[in-house]
């Protein structure tokens, strides 16, 4: 038998998906699953950030200050998305200490330099996840959680919780059939050129 005649359950579940479903870029989606951030004065029309209802529903649930921060997560979160939106480059969006002088932290980077092409926002007690798409200045908010469910005792990530919070972006750009071709695949030494002021 020619591997033409096969027959199809010799397919896998994933190859019948994208045999079967178009892939896609974030436009259709704004509206009905993301939303563009435009709650700031200085936002760039250049520099855009996408959020889902997830990120959405973070900011209406975590309006109390309840971690080392001196604001509320929300207001943390807020802050981080108008200092993106606002055109500041790659290197002056920001650093913190996070309470640790000795260690400034980015406020985006990507999770891990080998992939899978998810990075993340950070404030003192928040984490945003996401990706970054192919068109410069652009950033897609698909999660966010407290910092403290993702850290133990020492303040080390924990793997397992940063990896429940990688799956399931990859599930959102799986379950939205994004095409692969929109997702940046580069590393944070390029960032400074793709997000430009």
């Known amino acids: 038998m020619s591997s033409l005649s096969k027959p199809a359950a010799n397919i896998s579940a994933d190859s019948q998906i994208s045999l079967t479903k178009m892939s896609t870029d974030i436009d259709s989606l704004v509206g009905s699953y993301l939303s563009l951030w435009t709650d700031t004065r200085g936002r760039k029309e250049w520099r855009k950030c996408y959020i889902t209802k997830e990120i959405a529903d973070f900011l209406a649930a975590h309006k109390t200050k309840n971690g080392i921060g001196k604001t509320s997560p929300t207001q943390q979160v807020v802050s981080l998305l108008n200092s993106f939106t606002s055109g500041r480059s790659y290197h002056t969006i920001g650093q913190f200490d996070d309470g640790k002088p000795e260690q400034p932290l980015k406020k985006l980077q990507p999770i891990s330099p080998e992939g899978p092409n998810i990075w993340e926002m950070r404030t003192t007690d928040v984490r945003v996840f996401g990706w970054v798409h192919t068109t410069e200045n652009t950033f897609i908010a698909v999660l966010a ?19 429940i919070m990688i799956f399931y972006v990859l599930f959102w750009i799986k379950q939205h059939s994004i095409d692969p071709k929109f997702i940046w695949k580069k590393n944070n030494d390029y960032a400074c050129l793709h997000f430009r002021a």
């Open 145 to 163: 959680e407290l910092k403290m469910n993702l850290v133990d005792s020492q303040d080390k990530a924990l793997p397992m919780e940063y990896g």
